[in-house]
């Protein structure tokens, strides 16, 4: 029987061996794990994890294990029957001396893949930063804000085909897999990595110049119109036509005319 954390998690290390080893001779990687701990009375306790792209790291499973069982086993009522994943809140643990919380020692330890990918080639780094194992570091990281903070915590950006531009997008969680759909095409014209939340009101003396936070820019050259316009029906209607302005000094914005209200607005910068 074990209670204290170093042996256990050594011998979730030991258990977790022979999974990678054969996980990786399937060329198959893990996206859910359970780890049950059995007792001799107690229901048993079970931590799950999720991983956001699947994996045969044995270092990467157990990390991602071991801080999932850190905050499981020292959360009040965790000891009974199996335990729901992202129920808890991360604590501050010291590796060392840590006693397990729980009514009766560990008497069995059992790991099970409960879902599985294949494993997707990997295309030999060009450059040594790009190498697999920074690419693994960064996995690892994103694994374990999911384990700690909760699946819905950690999210990604997911284009929309929404109009106006400041609503082409939503945030979805990691695990949830990106609509990549053709429908989503992208625009022909091109998009500033700049783009504000909400456009900024300008004072236009169209074509010669523009202020923007009292500051005037003399206008050099003009790239457009580009006539976006949302229908009707939609949440927020929207009727634009939008340049690229390039002003003396050699930078580039994305303003447009609001045609309804006959009013200008910065809504981008090009870099």
Known sequence: PVRGSELLFTI???????????????????RHIECWL??????PVCAEIALHRCSASRKHLFHLLRARLEDLLRAPGATRGKVKRNTWPAKKI???GLTLEVEESVEAVAIHVTASESLADQQLPLFERAS???SGELSLL???LVTRLGAAAVCRVQL??????????RLVPLGERINRSPSSAIPVAPRPLGLLPQPIA?????????SWNEMPHAIHSVTGPERIESGWWREVAARRDYYIVEVNSGA???LFEEINEQRWFLHGWFD
């Not at 030991?14 to 990786?24: K, M, S, V």
């Not at 059995?38 to 229901?43: K, L, V």
């Not at 300008?202 to 523009?210: A, G, Q, S």
């Open 12 to 30: 979730l290390e030991q258990l977790l061996e022979p999974l990678a080893r054969g996980l990786d001779q399937a060329q198959r990687g893990a």
């Open 38 to 43: 059995y007792h001799g009375i107690a229901a």
């Open 132 to 134: 697999a194992e920074n």
């Open 94 to 96: 010291q590796d060392k």
């Open 142 to 144: 994103l694994d374990r």
């Open 202 to 210: 300008i004072k236009m003396d169209w074509p010669r110049t523009f």
């Open 252 to 254: 580039r914005y994305w």
């Open 160 to 169: 929309e085909d929404e109009l106006p531009p400041e609503r082409g997008f």
